[in-house]
């Protein structure tokens, strides 16, 4: 037999099954199994599994950045006396009252997002950038174009003991789904992060349960229920709401937090990159990593 006819001849064991890796795309597997035996690319089972699902595809958006809008007003940046309504503490109304008064109705709120830092939860929920799901039966990914990425398991496992988790800015969350409505509980956050720009923080105690689901075709509603021992009173439910971007090719600009970093604070203070500063500059990092980074090319 010639090398052709073997090679032709055994080509008829060989399966191809292209395995969809639910994020990042796909990869070929290739595995010497005889056409006699090749096994469904995907079982009865789990074809209905993934019918039970809701249809969460597309890109959207928030309806402000403001974490609160129940008194009608959506971003601090454009209302100067926006602000959030938690059942706070005495001593913790007061430090949010007084930094709304000293910082941020005087123009000098400092974001910590212009210095890179991630927004947490549950701050990456009222973002004003697209974000999109990516539902299977066993996780729900929310795909954020700064990038970031929100992790929420849905195969049943437990909650890990307090000893196996430590603050995150995004925190641990577990979610099931009660029919189409997606019921999510985070816990493990780091304490003292800015929801939005008017400097409202929680407790590193704070837990989150969180009801998302579709309300039309083109709105969604995410109803966040927060309980925190160490700064409120009772309870505090918030309504964030999201609308479907109409675009004909809807897509997320990946561009991490760094690649919009035009904002350094230098003496407490928000400064401004001009265009030409980027420009002379030999590599996008400082000088001072730049130097011990890369070599000195022509630039």
């Given at each position: 037999?010639?090398?052709?006819?073997?090679?032709?001849?055994?080509?008829?064991?060989?399966?191809?099954?292209?395995?969809?890796?639910?994020?990042?795309?796909?990869?070929?597997?290739?595995?010497?199994?005889?056409?006699?035996?090749?096994?469904?690319?995907?079982?009865?089972?789990?074809?209905?599994?993934?019918?039970?699902?809701?249809?969460?595809?597309?890109?959207?958006?928030?309806?402000?950045?403001?974490?609160?809008?129940?008194?009608?007003?959506?971003?601090?940046?454009?209302?100067?006396?926006?602000?959030?309504?938690?059942?706070?503490?005495?001593?913790?109304?007061?430090?949010?009252?007084?930094?709304?008064?000293?910082?941020?109705?005087?123009?000098?709120?400092?974001?910590?997002?212009?210095?890179?830092?991630?927004a947490g939860m549950p701050r990456m929920m009222?973002?004003?950038?697209?974000?999109?799901?990516?539902?299977?039966?066993?996780?729900?990914?929310?795909?954020?174009?700064?990038?970031?990425?929100?992790?929420?398991?849905?195969?049943?496992?437990?909650?890990?003991?307090?000893?196996?988790?430590?603050?995150?800015?995004?925190?641990?969350?577990?979610?099931?789904?009660e029919g189409d409505t997606l019921v999510v509980?985070?816990?493990?956050?780091?304490?003292?992060?800015?929801?939005?720009?008017?400097?409202?923080?929680?407790?590193?105690?704070?837990?989150?349960?969180?009801?998302?689901?579709?309300?039309?075709?083109?709105?969604?509603?995410?109803?966040?229920?927060?309980?925190?021992?160490?700064?409120?009173?009772?309870?505090?439910?918030?309504?964030?709401?999201?609308?479907?971007?109409?675009?004909?090719?809807?897509?997320?600009?990946?561009?991490?937090?760094?690649?919009?970093?035009?904002?350094?604070?230098?003496?407490?203070?928000?400064?401004?990159?001009?265009?030409?500063?980027?420009?002379?500059a030999r590599t996008p990092y400082p000088d001072?990593?730049?130097?011990?980074?890369?070599?000195?090319?022509?630039?």
């Amino acid at each position: 037999m010639s090398g052709f006819a073997f090679m032709k001849s055994n080509l008829k064991f060989l399966r191809v099954t292209v395995c969809f890796a639910a994020l990042f795309g796909a990869a070929v597997c290739i595995s010497p199994v005889p056409h006699a035996f090749a096994a469904e690319t995907m079982s009865t089972a789990r074809v209905q599994a993934y019918a039970k699902l809701p249809d969460w595809s597309g890109v959207w958006v928030g309806t402000g950045t403001l974490f609160d809008q129940s008194r009608g007003a959506l971003n601090p940046n454009t209302n100067p006396n926006a602000r959030d309504y938690p059942p706070f503490k005495p001593e913790w109304e007061a430090a949010y009252t007084k930094f709304l008064t000293d910082v941020v109705r005087q123009g000098k709120f400092t974001d910590p997002l212009s210095a890179a830092y991630p927004a947490g939860m549950p701050r990456m929920m009222t973002l004003p950038y697209g974000f999109q799901f990516v539902v299977s039966p066993e996780m729900v990914w929310v795909v954020h174009e700064h990038p970031d990425v929100r992790f929420i398991y849905t195969d049943g496992r437990a909650m890990p003991p307090a000893d196996e988790l430590w603050p995150t800015f995004d925190g641990y969350s577990l979610g099931h789904w009660e029919g189409d409505t997606l019921v999510v509980q985070t816990v493990s956050l780091k304490g003292y992060v800015p929801v939005d720009r008017t400097g409202l923080a929680l407790s590193g105690q704070a837990k989150l349960t969180e009801r998302i689901r579709k309300t039309s075709d083109t709105t969604m509603e995410d109803v966040i229920t927060i309980e925190d021992p160490v700064s409120m009173t009772q309870p505090w439910t918030v309504v964030r709401r999201f609308n479907k971007r109409n675009d004909a090719q809807p897509r997320l600009e990946n561009v991490p937090d760094i690649d919009n970093q035009r904002n350094p604070i230098v003496n407490g203070e928000t400064q401004t990159i001009l265009e030409s500063d980027v420009t002379k500059a030999r590599t996008p990092y400082p000088d001072s990593l730049g130097r011990v980074a890369v070599p000195q090319y022509p630039h």
